[in-house]
Structures are given as structure tokens and as C-alpha cells.
């Protein structure tokens, strides 16, 4: 799950940024409470140890004027 992300994100955004580290299979962009903060649900192909890293990397992460987080959810 990412959250902080801007107002205008789009599915091809997300996923050309993510493709790199695996096969993105979904992305579920939602706008519900503030628009202008949506939070995306991402699932991808990657095992446990590299969804650990890559949230590791992306949490607090200042981009575009925005800070991104980035959590495991529990599967």
C-alpha cells in the first residue's frame, strides 16, 4: 500500500515506476476521504524479502512535493 501519493497518479504511473522490481498484477487507486491524498493498493510478483525492501526504500520518501509511504499488508 502506498499512500502519499498526488492528486493526479494514474495506474500507468505506478506501475512503470514498479515494473523494474516485478510484475505489477494489480493496482487499485483509491480517492475515497481526500481526494487529494489517494492511497493505491499494488500487488506484484515480488517474494516476501523484496516487498520488505522495497518499503524499507520507499517509506518517507520525499517525491514530487509529496512524502510516499509504503506498508506491507498482511496476506
Do not use: C
Amino acid at each position: 500500500m502506498f499512500s502519499g501519493l498526488s492528486a493526479d497518479i494514474t495506474e500507468s504511473a505506478i506501475r512503470e515506476s514498479l515494473q523494474k522490481l516485478g510484475p505489477v498484477h494489480s493496482i487499485l487507486i483509491i480517492v475515497d476521504g481526500d481526494s487529494s491524498s489517494p492511497v493505491a493498493i499494488v500487488e506484484m510478483s515480488i517474494d516476501d524479502e523484496q516487498a520488505y525492501k522495497l518499503t524499507s526504500r520507499v517509506t518517507d520518501y520525499w517525491h514530487n512535493g509529496h512524502m510516499i509511504n509504503a506498508r506491507l499488508l498482511l496476506h
